[in-house]
T-cell receptor
Framework: QKEVEQDPGPLSVPEGAIVSLNCTYS??????FMWYRQYSRKGPELLMY????GNKEDGRFTAQVDKSSKYISLFIRDSQPSDSATYLC????????????FGKGITLSVRP | GAGVSQSPRYKVAKRGQDVALRCDPI?????LFWYQQALGQGPEFLTY????????KSGLPSDRFFAERPEGSVSTLKIQRTQQEDSAVYLC?????????????FGQGTRLTVV
């Protein structure tokens, strides 16, 4: 079993829909959680960063972390065709072993 | 610079050839990471530098892979005697914070194809 599991895709929604993307993890040592967006043939772009349980909102994006359930989510409101991309969850902990552990990614397509 | 810069963007190598991939991190960033991303997968950690010190190389898949950051800024990932399974996108990321991947910013990647 991988340390980070991400819901499989692909996912296709109509423009304006609310999108929910989810990841679960097994390592309770993870201290911080991030969501990256990756367009085709581009590098991952940092979207959201959180380090505590609860919700964090930034425009149309909300990141949710539940450390007790080892579950994180990204919600996208009023989805736009420009949101079409691959979304990666990532998590890590501080120290010499400071690598990020990523989910597999889910490809989202928002239909006009 | 404004962001993490990687070169070349694309590299085709014949099996057995040596390659060198370059990463220019964001100016002043102390932490630098290399990741390997296979098609349809998330990035997998290769190695981590804090300034010029390589603190973690546990993700390097074999002794054919070597990374350096001699002056604490630019880094080079070298792959010797490339194999077909080395074909992937190699991503570099940097962070202003030490010993953490928090708020790591990625470059565009180098797409390596071994033929």
């Amino acid at each position: 079993q991988k340390e980070v599991e991400q819901d499989p895709g692909p996912l296709s929604v109509p423009e304006g829909a609310i999108v929910s993307l989810n990841c679960t993890y097994s390592n309770s040592a993870f201290q911080y959680f991030m969501w990256y967006r990756q367009y085709s043939r581009k590098g991952p772009e940092l979207l959201m960063y959180t380090y505590s349980s609860g919700n964090k909102e930034d425009g149309r994006f909300t990141a949710q972390v539940d450390k007790s359930s080892k579950y994180i989510s990204l919600f996208i409101r009023d989805s736009q065709p420009s949101d079409s991309a691959t979304y990666l969850c990532a998590m890590g902990r501080d120290g010499a072993n400071s690598k990020l552990t990523f989910g597999k990614g889910i490809t989202l397509s928002v239909r006009p | 610079g404004a962001g993490v810069s990687q070169s070349p963007r694309y590299k085709v190598a014949k099996r057995g050839q040596d390659v060198a991939l370059r990463c220019d991190p964001i100016s002043g960033h102390v932490s630098l990471f290399w990741y390997q991303q296979a098609l349809g997968q998330g990035p997998e950690f290769l190695t981590y530098f804090q300034n010029e010190a390589q603190l973690d190389k546990s993700g390097l898949p074999s002794d054919r892979f070597f990374a350096e950051r001699p002056e604490g800024s630019v880094s080079t990932l070298k792959i010797q005697r490339t194999q077909q399974e080395d074909s992937a996108v190699y991503l570099c990321a940097s962070s202003s914070l030490p010993r953490t991947g928090r708020k790591a910013f990625f470059g565009q990647g180098t797409r390596l194809t071994v033929v």
